[in-house]
């Protein structure tokens, strides 16, 4: 035993050697560690670990943003400052943007990419390489935007701060992109699954969102990686921060057709709010100011807001448990509307005003320069639209109202329709609530509501423009295949030129000194006049009457002409809509580059798909 253990002594000692000889002595211990332990297990075994490592990383990271979110809100909101209370929704909200966009600034030098839209642009343009930075920017600026009061929430930057932990731990063991993919995703995986102690929703969420259009055979590193996010979630943060909801009743099928016109309410509610989203992002981005003065713009309209509707304080939970446990007068209380008589019109009136201006505090708090996401805004916002229908419903005469379920269900459809991601939507519920049995009315809600949202857009407004450049993966494979070549790579810098003023006889030269079919027709400047092939000079070959011909006369347009920022799959239709193997590839003032061949482009394509399906 004493020389067994021995061995793999020295083994570990050789590999330490080899590891220093390469260049790498600077490596922690724990890395030596793991890069031998990459070496001794199998693809399978390390990447089992790996998502237990990635896993429990994101998990604390998440827990760490939730505890400094929660004792900030803890501080703000204390009995002890409760006559200032008001006072404090002025203040706050308006610090915690401008001191976010102030760090961006200063620290982060401007670089904010922020958003599920920045991982899945990293997963389809960027080999899956996420800046080691966002390990611990999101972090601070999340706690600081949603600690102070913003209106978003911290599930996307936990799940950019997953991605991220992910991505770079496979780039330190040197993985290939499909491993780093799918530890990118189950860093992301961990990160919801700490938010929400919810392992499944955790899962439904990489494979719905961020793995869209990506082929994967192994999972199991994500669902241990959602665990280890869930564990520790449940055991380090205090009842009071965990997104749990106890009160419920069984579902009935009596009950069926409020789901029904909820579904329909949430889809067009999250229609709603995705419009105003766009709408507000596209008003600051017109805006000819500088970005600390959009903060300031953006804080003060949050502010505003805050003061008028507490609700929209920060993420807004605590708010959808008292709708859920029947408190909604302690919701009054900290408003305006408290020195109104409490009647049902009135808190009518006051949820339909809190479910108007959500949209608006949300947006402006991430577009003005705060750091959230809209898991926490389009949760609220369900919850608060199910009791207002439930509310309505009651004034309206209906009696046995499922005034809780109503609640539940709702934020998974208005989830369900922000998000595009109904699965996510109905398991994150179904875990926060252990409500196993509302599967049926989970379900109805968060499909209507999604297929109302795609009826207006099929693809997600907050990823559209991204997938339109090709920029995303979206569901066609084929497509995303190619949006990962870059045009660049195809260009042939070694191609033949001649000049427009040249003779043949110089043309035949370059066919007996080169090996190319095609050749590009410049002028004195490099700019592009024409192309020719062999196919056109052949006539002239052997025929010493044509000696003099100028290049000018037998020159022909290109059937077409390519762009660097044109995207392969726009080029390979090119090709065969003109019929042809080579086009000429110009800059923005028309100066040849090269040309690209149709076999390049398929011939890349290949050792991709080959890659893929390894």
Not at 71 to 78: A, D, G, P, Q
Not at 270 to 285: D, G, P, T
Request: proline share 3%; net charge positive.
């Amino acid at each position: 035993m004493k020389i067994h253990n021995r061995k793999k002594y020295l083994s570990f000692l050789k590999f330490k050697r080899n590891f220093q000889k390469y260049g790498l002595e600077t490596a922690k211990s724990y890395e030596l560690v793991l890069h031998w332990l990459k070496n001794r297990l199998n693809r399978t075994q390390f990447l089992i670990l790996s998502g237990i490592l990635v896993g429990i990383t994101a998990g604390m990271a998440g827990v760490i943003l939730k505890t400094l979110v929660h004792t900030i809100h803890s501080f703000i909101t204390t009995k002890v400052y409760f006559e200032y209370q008001m006072l404090l929704y002025i203040v706050f909200p308006f610090l915690g943007i401008v001191l976010t966009t102030a760090i961006v600034l200063t620290i982060f030098k401007g670089q904010d990419r922020k958003g599920i839209g920045a991982i899945l642009y990293e997963i389809a343009q960027n080999s899956s390489i996420v800046s080691s930075v966002k390990m611990y920017s999101q972090i601070i600026q999340s706690a600081i935007t949603v600690g102070f009061g913003g209106s978003a929430g911290l599930e996307s930057p936990m799940a950019v701060t997953g991605a991220a932990i992910g991505s770079n731990y496979a780039r330190t063991y040197r993985l290939s992109y499909k491993e780093r993919t799918l530890l990118l995703a189950a860093g992301a995986t961990a990160g919801i699954a700490s938010a929400f102690n919810a392992p499944i929703a955790g899962i439904m969420f990489a494979f719905e969102i961020l793995l869209t259009g990506v082929v994967f055979t192994d999972f199991i590193p994500l669902v241990v990686a959602a665990v280890c996010g869930s564990l520790l979630s449940r055991i380090l943060l205090q009842e009071d921060v965990l997104f749990r909801f106890y009160s419920r009743e069984a579902f009935n099928y009596v009950n069926v057709p409020y789901y029904l016109v909820l579904g329909i309410i949430s889809g067009l509610y999250a229609r709603y709010f995705v419009v105003i989203s766009q709408k507000v992002e596209h008003f600051m981005n017109e805006l000819k100011i500088s970005r600390l003065q959009k903060a300031m713009l953006g804080g003060v309209t949050l502010s505003l807001l805050c003061f008028l509707f507490p609700p929209l304080f920060g993420e807004g939970y605590n708010t959808v448990k008292d709708f859920s446990n029947g408190n909604i007068h302690y919701v009054i209380d900290n408003s305006f509307f408290r020195y109104i008589d409490f009647k049902e019109w009135m808190v009518i009136l006051f949820l339909l005003l809190v479910l108007f201006f959500k949209a608006f505090a949300t947006s402006f708090t991430i577009f003005s320069g705060g750091n959230g996401g809209n898991f926490a805004p389009s949760l609220f916002a369900g919850g608060t639209l199910g009791f207002l229908f439930a509310i309505i419903c009651q004034q309206l005469g209906f009696k046995e109202v499922p005034i809780n379920n109503l609640v539940l269900v709702g934020m998974a459809g208005a989830m369900s329709g922000v998000l595009y991601a109904p699965l996510t939507a109905i398991f994150l519920i179904a875990e926060s609530s252990f409500g196993y049995d509302l599967f049926i009315p989970l379900m109805i809600v968060s499909v209507i509501s999604f297929l109302i949202a795609k009826w207006f857009s099929p693809i997600s407004p907050d990823l559209k423009a991204l997938a339109d450049e090709g920029k995303i993966f979206t569901n066609r494979h084929d497509k995303n295949l190619l949006s990962r070549l870059k045009t660049k790579d195809f260009v042939d810098i070694q191609s033949q030129v001649i000049n427009l003023n040249a003779s043949i006889s110089e043309l035949f030269e370059m066919v007996k000194s080169g090996n190319k079919n095609v050749f590009a027709v410049v002028d004195d400047s490099g700019i592009l006049k024409a192309i020719l092939t062999l196919d056109d000079i052949r006539p002239y070959l052997f025929n010493k009457d044509n000696i003099e011909i100028k290049i000018s006369q037998i020159m022909k347009q290109p059937p077409a002409i390519i762009h660097l920022e044109d995207q392969p799959l726009d080029i390979l239709q090119m090709f065969d809509s003109t019929a042809t193997w080579n086009l000429p590839v110009v800059d923005d003032h028309n100066v040849f580059i090269g040309f690209i061949s149709k076999s390049s482009i398929l011939t890349s394509y290949r050792e991709l798909l080959k890659a893929y399906s390894e």
